[in-house]
């Protein structure tokens, strides 16, 4: 998917923009499919639990996801090596997805939710970011992406910003309790742990940056009008 997208899709865009939008493709391919298909595997297990082993199910979707972190950490290598945040997320998502898938054999359960929480915006997000990178030259892609800001900004804040603490902290909760004593190891639990809540302050961080940002533009406009 992404190799069509550079070589066909987006063939006519710059060498500059080509690797991103290829990224994007193969996001839009994973992220909303991704939260779809976890969210139908979790509902499919009646034994859910953090403790849980994995379904037959559940691990197709953990390699899925596996397939997509893998090809987007290429990209990243590839044109962007300096981009070191993106590439030890990538890094560090794929290590929690395959000792789950392959190590463990328990805790799906865990992992799906928070990879749904992650995707559920994804769609938006992708919009939005290839609305960003056409907005310099292209009018409507700049109203794209103004009016796709907002929405997509207080949706991105609510889950990483408290649906997913919630939801670590009942992780954590259960763990460190010894729910899961004798089925996850403890260096898989705790490393998933931090990941996710390495993973989480990122994206507060982002989040709250894009934030604002755009309250500062909202104020630079407000000035121009008013003068």
């Avoid at 193969?26 to 509902?43: C, D, E, K, M």
């Amino acid at each position: 998917i992404y190799l069509i997208g550079y070589f066909l899709i987006f063939r006519k865009q710059t060498l500059k923009i080509r690797p991103e939008f290829s990224s994007c493709l193969i996001s839009l391919f994973h992220g909303t499919p991704a939260a779809i298909l976890g969210f139908a595997a979790l509902l499919s297990d009646s034994h859910r639990g953090f403790a849980a082993p994995n379904t037959a199910f559940q691990k197709l979707v953990l390699d899925y996801s596996a397939a997509y972190f893998l090809t987007d950490l290429l990209h990243y290598v590839f044109f962007y090596p300096s981009d070191v945040l993106y590439i030890a997320h990538h890094v560090a998502t794929l290590f929690v997805v395959l000792t789950c898938r392959h190590a463990v054999s328990h805790g799906a359960f865990a992992v799906l939710v928070l990879l749904v929480l992650a995707e559920v915006t994804s769609a938006c997000q992708n919009a939005w970011t290839i609305a960003g990178a056409r907005k310099g030259e292209d009018a409507r892609a700049r109203r794209v992406h103004d009016a796709l800001s907002p929405p997509f900004y207080a949706a991105y804040s609510v889950v990483r910003g408290f649906v997913g603490p919630y939801f670590v902290y009942r992780m954590i909760v259960f763990y460190v309790s010894g729910g899961a004593r004798g089925l996850v190891p403890v260096w898989a639990w705790a490393s998933w742990v931090l990941v996710v809540v390495m993973a989480i302050g990122v994206s507060i961080m982002w989040i709250s940056n894009l934030w604002v940002q755009f309250f500062r533009e909202r104020r630079g406009k407000l000035e121009e009008k008013i003068r």
